[in-house]
């Protein structure tokens, strides 16, 4: 079983940037984070698709990312990281890494492994 892990949230002010990280461990076939994705969920909010990323590097985003953010991975180290540039206030919310998704139609669909979140508070 995967187990996730999300690292790098903070406080910023607007303009700012953070770089998430999200590390995989437990016992698991290397298919199992095959695709990974970012989510959030801001208070009161559904949680959203951020971006997803394969382990050959093909990338998908939400339209609303726009350029700001950009997916990566570390196959070697078995990491995802998340790059938040021009941060917005509307991108306070909390950061969860997902594994085991598939993709339909270009979209992906969350799998069953998720972190624990990590927070990002943007101040105006």
């Known amino acids: 079983h995967v187990q996730l892990e999300e690292s790098g949230g903070g406080l910023v002010q607007a303009g700012g940037s953070l770089r998430l990280s999200c590390s995989a461990s437990?016992?698991?076939?290397?298919?199992?984070?095959?695709?990974m994705g970012w989510y959030r969920q801001a208070p009161g909010k559904q949680r959203e698709l951020i971006a997803s990323?394969?382990?050959?590097?093909?990338?998908n985003y939400a339209d609303f990312v726009k350029g700001r953010f950009t997916i990566s991975r570390n196959n070697a180290k078995n990491t995802v990281h998340l790059q938040l540039n021009s941060l917005k206030p509307e991108d306070t919310a909390v950061y969860y890494c997902?594994?085991?998704?598939?993709?339909?139609?270009?979209?992906?669909?969350?799998?069953?492994?998720w972190g624990q979140g990590t927070q990002v508070t943007v101040s105006s």
């Open positions: 997902n594994a085991g998704g598939h993709l339909d139609g270009g979209y992906y669909n969350a799998g069953g492994s």
């Open positions: 437990g016992s698991f076939f290397s298919s199992s984070i095959y695709l």
């Open positions: 990323i394969t382990s050959g590097g093909d990338t």
